[in-house]
């Protein structure tokens, strides 16, 4: 079956240092791979996008930056943070292709910046 | 272009009565449309979702949905509500045209539901 693993479930960083958050996929090849904010328990903000290897849509452009070095490997980054930056980071995947299909997300990581 | 309304931010329906949560969209085409609910602190876990045929689709936890293409709507609904079903709901559309583009979500809509 597949899973999707992210971590850290919980991170606290001060304002100006780098970020690294790492999403990963298992029992499914080719996923498309999906990087979404969500800002004091309200909406989605679907920040990146990856259909492939290497291959990244930035919707919101801002201080932070996604890779995709490995088929099921999806890393959102960020150089310095910044206080608006805090909240709640879910990864997500879907079936390539398959657009009848939802997403399965991860567990989602709590970043506060302070 | 796609899109999805909720007009609720919050939804309060006592324990044992049938809860609704609405759901609106745009499409060009026909849509592919889902319905997925977020305990505090977790990601967010499918519910249901319409992709053709019946208009009423039955999902997760005795939650069912019912696709009307006139009022463009995919309401949520449950005969009989939980206090464990409080949690944040989300819609969210694609159009069957659309490709490979991304689902596009609903605001959210938070029930809580009273005992």
């Known amino acids: 079956s597949q899973t999707i693993h992210q971590w850290p479930a919980t991170l606290v960083q001060p304002v100006g240092s780098p970020l690294s958050l790492e999403c990963t996929v298992e029992?499914?090849?080719?996923?498309?791979l999906y990087w979404y904010r969500q800002a004091a328990g309200r909406g989605l903000q679907l920040l990146f996008y990856?259909?492939?290897?290497?291959?990244i849509s930035s919707e919101v452009p801002q201080n932070l930056s996604a890779s995709r070095p490995q088929d099921r490997q999806f890393i959102l980054s960020s150089k310095k943070l910044l206080l608006s930056d805090s909240g709640f980071y879910l990864c997500?995947?879907?079936?390539?292709?398959?657009?009848?299909?939802?997403?399965?997300f991860g567990s989602g990581t709590r970043l506060t910046v302070v | 272009a796609q899109s999805v309304a909720q007009p609720e931010d919050q939804v309060n329906v006592a324990e044992g009565n049938p809860l609704t949560v609405k759901c609106t969209y745009s499409?060009?085409?026909?849509?592919?449309l889902f319905w997925y609910v977020q305990y505090p602190n977790r990601g967010l876990q499918f519910l249901l979702k319409?992709?053709?045929?019946?208009?009423l689709v039955k999902g997760s936890y005795g939650f069912e949905a019912e696709f009307n293409k006139s009022q463009t709507s995919f309401h949520l609904k449950k005969p009989s509500a939980l206090v464990s079903d409080s949690a944040l709901y989300f819609c969210?559309?694609?159009?069957?045209?659309?490709?490979?583009?991304?689902?596009?979500f609903g605001k959210g809509t938070r029930l809580s539901v009273i005992a």
């Open positions: 990856s259909v492939g290897i290497g291959q």
């Open positions: 969210a559309v694609r159009d069957r045209d659309s490709g490979n583009t991304p689902l596009v």
């Open positions: 029992g499914t090849s080719n996923p498309n």
């Open positions: 499409v060009s085409g026909n849509p592919y």
């Open positions: 319409y992709i053709t045929g019946d208009n």
């Open positions: 997500a995947w879907s079936v390539r292709r398959a657009i009848y299909e939802g997403y399965t």
